[in-house]
């Protein structure tokens, strides 16, 4: 069965997110103690609209400086041990 690891990461405004998408996601795999399908080729899906919104629906004021991002990467079934 092929499952999904998901990690938020948030970025200074207009930094390039995949460095950051592969640090959450490793470490995320650790904790978790999952495999990750080599080579390690992070999907990144911007969310900052997202944040946007939802920060002026709970009233609080949108930090302007970071970029918000969504990375996914597929996992593999962990060898039998």
Do not use: N, W
């Amino acid at each position: 069965m092929k499952t999904m690891l998901t990690a938020m990461i948030r970025v200074a405004h207009g930094e390039d997110p995949t460095a950051a998408a592969t640090q959450a996601l490793l470490h995320q795999a650790h904790l978790k103690r999952v495999h990750l399908a080599r080579p390690l080729t992070p999907t990144i899906t911007p969310m900052s609209g997202s944040v946007q919104q939802l920060a002026e629906i709970l009233g609080i004021a949108p930090d302007a400086h970071l970029d918000f991002y969504r990375a996914e990467s597929d996992t593999i079934a962990c060898p039998a041990t």
